[in-house]
């Protein structure tokens, strides 16, 4: 799978937006982008993915450049619960049987303030 | 909203000893996995598994482990002699029928924390 940087560490205030970028350079025209998140003491949490066009759902919305080398998770209003670490992931959508097979980096830890 | 469940959520074991852990995917979904999480690092894929064989493994997967799926339920993975090095959080998945490709979401589990002495 195409590599993946992020940033350590963000912070956030509750009730204000987070923005979590994500740049993958070298990100193939078949590679989907996911994202996770991981709570303390929780498995991974899918939160949301795309392949070209941004995406919206109930959790968050994905931002997605257009020359798709980076991209960008929103969380509209945090809250203290989403307080995680947040992984951007490349899925290579070229087929074959690597069915499942998520390659996690270390991610982005968010911090919200009360 | 239907979950994966893992029992138990801690396991500590001597070294040598067989553990098996257990997981009750989501009830309608088709492909299994087992990921693990060594303390303070990567979450890491071990193994994936659909109409009952294994899809694929990574490298970590090496013959003291095995998995199994006894009935329509459970999915189960072993570790035969455990080292202190398999102490880690040990992560179930399951992705629905429809899907097997990188369009899926994964639906992970709390986990079982093994710790071998």
């Known amino acids: 799978d195409a590599k993946t940087t992020q940033p350590n560490s963000m912070e956030s205030n509750e009730e204000e937006p987070v923005h979590l970028p994500c740049n993958h350079s070298t990100i193939s025209g078949t590679d989907y982008i996911h994202w996770y998140r991981q709570l303390p003491s929780q498995g991974p949490e899918y939160v949301i993915h795309?392949?070209?066009s941004n995406v919206n759902n109930r959790m968050a919305s994905l931002a997605i450049a257009e020359d798709r080398k980076s991209s960008t998770l929103i969380l509209h209003r945090a809250t203290l619960r989403d307080a995680a670490v947040y992984y951007c992931i490349l899925r290579d959508g070229a087929g074959g049987t690597s069915y499942g097979k998520l390659t996690f980096g270390q991610g982005t830890i968010l911090t919200v303030h009360p | 909203e239907p979950e994966v469940t893992q029992t138990p959520s801690h396991q500590v074991t001597q070294m040598g000893q067989e553990v098996i852990l257990r997981c009750v995917p989501i009830?309608?979904?088709?492909?299994f996995y087992w990921y693990r999480q060594i303390l303070g690092q990567k979450v890491e894929f071990l193994v994936s598994f659909y109409n009952n064989e294994i899809s694929e493994k990574s490298e970590i997967f090496d013959d003291q482990f095995s998995v199994e799926r006894p009935d329509g339920s459970n999915f189960t993975l072993k570790i035969r002699s455990t080292k202190l090095e398999d102490s880690a959080m040990y992560f179930c998945?399951?992705?629905?029928?429809?899907?097997?490709?990188?369009?899926?979401?994964?639906?992970f589990g709390s986990g079982t924390q093994l710790s071998v002495l």
């Open positions: 998945a399951s992705s629905p029928p429809g899907q097997g490709s990188s369009n899926e979401k994964l639906f």
């Open positions: 009830s309608n979904h088709l492909y």
């Open positions: 795309g392949l070209t």
